[in-house]
Nanobody
Framework: QVELVESGGGLVQAGDSLKLSCTGPPRTFNNYAIAWFRQPSGKEPEFIGASNWNGASIYYAANVYHKESMKGRFTISRDNARYTVTLQVDNLTPEDTAHYYC?????????????????WGLGTQVTVSS
């Protein structure tokens, strides 16, 4: 079992930026690829992107590049020294309101572009008011 803890959510205004953090177990953190998902209330989870074990390779979902409501606003970064993967979301809109989760998969099993992840945090709620 891998314990992941998300933080940084809250109530924000449209146009704001938000940085969400996913913190994992210090001793084994670099054994895992880490992904970010979000799930609006009543909808299916949406994959945002993932970092490989050291942050050298960040994969973003196609929607982050092509979906008008998401284009160019999501950035994932990784800092193994702080056991953290960060999701920054810029220029927030009410459509970004969702529960945001991070998830982990063993680095040996991780395939860039795959949405299969084995360990999940409890998530952090982001609510964007207009």
């Amino acid at each position: 079992q891998v314990e992941l803890v998300e933080s940084g959510g809250g109530l924000v205004q449209a146009g704001d930026s938000l940085k969400l953090s996913c913190t994992g177990p210090p001793r084994t953190f670099n054994n895992y690829a880490i992904a970010w998902f979000r799930q609006p209330s009543g909808k299916e989870p949406e994959f945002i992107g993932a970092s490989n074990w050291n942050g050298a390779s960040i994969y973003y979902a196609a929607n982050v590049y092509h979906k008008e409501s998401m284009k160019g606003r999501f950035t994932i970064s990784r800092d193994n020294a702080r056991y953290t993967v960060t999701l920054q979301v810029d220029n927030l809109t009410p459509e970004d309101t969702a529960h945001y989760y991070c998830a982990a998969r063993d680095r040996a099993q991780y395939i860039p572009g795959s949405t299969r992840f084995d360990y999940w945090g409890l998530g952090t709620q982001v609510t964007v008011s207009s």
